[in-house]
Structure formats: structure tokens, C-alpha cells
């Protein structure tokens, strides 16, 4: 599905690094590519940068080549993509047929984890384990960059994480709030992975035969965990949830054989 090179007939999806057959410690990135694949949306893979993106971040993509434009069709934010592709006609809308309780429990799963799991994964990556976060975000760049560039990623991010809340927390009460998000999880997808019997491939969050939004993000946010070396509390814990791993397993083999897979 994804590849190296540049089709017309091709997304362009930038992800922050350059094209490999492997995730990025992004779960934006990993919410989107989900999204692209499921709907088989063929997508080639570029680098791009948050200064180039037109909403100053990661990921971003240009549809021209889906829509026939003449012109670049640049896009931004993982959920902006995800509703204009659907808008377009060109992504189905895995939520069209839910009852109204069952769109705001979707809702709910993806704000739990979008507007609180994220930031106290940024207080983890960004706080606790700095020098990890920063070396591999800023790989490619010299150390005397990495040094400045860094040093201002990480100011910036203190001073988000303070305002939104998060950072006002000692690191002890933010990994029990990450445990605790965690364990929720754990207990759905148990439910769901009991419900879904003998049945081969995926199961979903909601219970129902096909994927929703959540499933985007909450895959996204477990195989973020799983492949990142800078939230090693949250990997452990991860690792131990025996029915969130299953899941995030079972959607790799599913949408996923050609990347390379987190280490069991």
C-alpha cells in the first residue's frame, strides 16, 4: 500500500521521516496511515517538515493526485485529513451508521485519548526522557542544532503541558493517570476480544464487524507506545495488557504485514 516513490495516482502522505517500512513513534501518523489503509487509499510516503505543513505540523498530505488537480492540495492535522477525505467522497465514514449513544462513545474513547492520554504521553516522552525524545526526533540534525532547536521544543512543550494541565502534576500521579487510562482500555477490548469468540482477524472497539474512529486512535496510541523508546513506563505497562496487545497485534497482521513490528 505505502511506498517510497512518487505515483500520480498516489496521496502524498509526509510523516515527519523519511519513507521506511516501519511506524513512527506518532500516533497521528499511525491514526492516519490506519485510516488510508483501511479505506484502500493507495499513499506514498515523504519526509516533509512542520514548517512546510500548512498547519505547522505532523502529518500532512497533499490529496492533488487523488482529485486530479492541477495544482498541490496540501492538507493538515490527522483528523482534518481524515473528514476531508470522507467529504470527498474518497474515504468511507467508518461512524455514518451509529446510533447517537454509540457516536458519543466513540467520541468519548477518542477525547480520552486525543485531549488526556496525549498529554501525559508528551510529559513522558518530552520531560521524563528528554534525551531520547530529542535525539530522535532531531536525528538528522547536528548536535549543536539539537542542542538549540531541542532546548526550544522543550521549553514550548512545558509551558503547552502547564496551560493544558498535565504538567501541573508530579511525575507519579501522571503515570497512575496513564495506568489508569490504560487499564480502561485493557478492560474494554477484553469484552470485546471475549464477544468476538472464535472469530479470525480484528476485533473493535464498539463490538460491531467493522472499525470506527476509535479504532484509528486507540490502535495508534497502543502501537505509538510499543515502538517509542522515550515513554518506557508506558511500554511496560502496555506490554502487560494482554487484550490491548492482542488487538494492536491483530490489526498489524491485518493492515499492517509490511511494517516492521514492535518487539514481542
Known amino acids: 500500500m505505502a511506498t517510497s516513490s512518487d505515483a500520480q495516482d498516489k496521496l502524498v502522505l509526509y510523516r515527519g521521516f523519511p519513507a521506511s517500512n516501519k511506524y513512527t513513534w506518532s500516533p497521528f501518523v ?16 515523504k519526509e516533509g517538515s512542520t514548517q512546510e505543513g500548512p498547519s505547522g505540523k505532523i502529518p500532512y498530505v497533499n490529496i492533488a493526485p487523488l482529485t486530479s488537480s ?8 490527522s483528523s482534518v485529513i481524515i473528514n476531508t477525505l470522507v467529504q470527498k467522497g474518497l474515504a468511507e465514514d467508518l461512524n455514518a451508521h451509529l446510533a447517537p449513544e454509540q457516536k458519543a462513545a466513540d467520541m468519548s474513547i477518542r477525547a480520552l485519548c486525543e485531549d488526556k492520554l496525549y498529554f501525559l504521553g ?5 520531560v521524563d526522557n528528554f534525551y531520547i525524545q530529542r ?6 540534525k547536528p548536535w549543536a542544532l539539537r542542542f538549540v532547536i531541542g532546548n526550544l521544543i522543550y521549553n514550548k512543550i512545558v509551558s503547552i503541558l502547564h496551560g493544558q494541565g498535565s504538567g501541573r ?16 482500555l485493557e478492560g474494554l477490548l477484553a469484552q470485546r476480544r471475549i464477544e468476538s469468540g472464535n472469530r ?63 518487539k514481542e
Open 122 to 126: 508528551m510529559a513522558e516522552r518530552w
Open 70 to 77: 492541477d495544482t498541490k492540495d496540501f492538507v493538515g492535522d
Open 135 to 140: 535525539d530522535h526526533i532531531l536525528e538528522s
Open 30 to 45: 499511525s491514526k492516519l496511515e490506519f485510516r488510508l489503509r483501511q479505506s484502500r487509499i493507495p499513499y506514498t510516503l
Open 169 to 184: 502534576f508530579t511525575k507519579e500521579q501522571q503515570r497512575k493517570m496513564r495506568e489508569e487510562i490504560w487499564t480502561i
Open 200 to 262: 479470525r482477524g480484528p476485533f473493535w472497539m464498539l463490538g460491531g464487524e467493522k472499525p470506527t474512529e476509535a479504532d484509528a486512535v486507540v490502535f495508534a496510541f497502543a502501537n505509538s507506545v510499543l515502538v517509542c523508546d522515550s515513554c518506557p513506563a508506558s511500554q511496560t505497562f502496555v506490554r502487560g495488557c494482554g487484550s490491548v496487545m492482542e488487538y494492536a497485534g491483530r490489526i498489524h497482521d491485518e493492515y499492517f504485514a509490511d511494517y516492521q513490528k514492535w
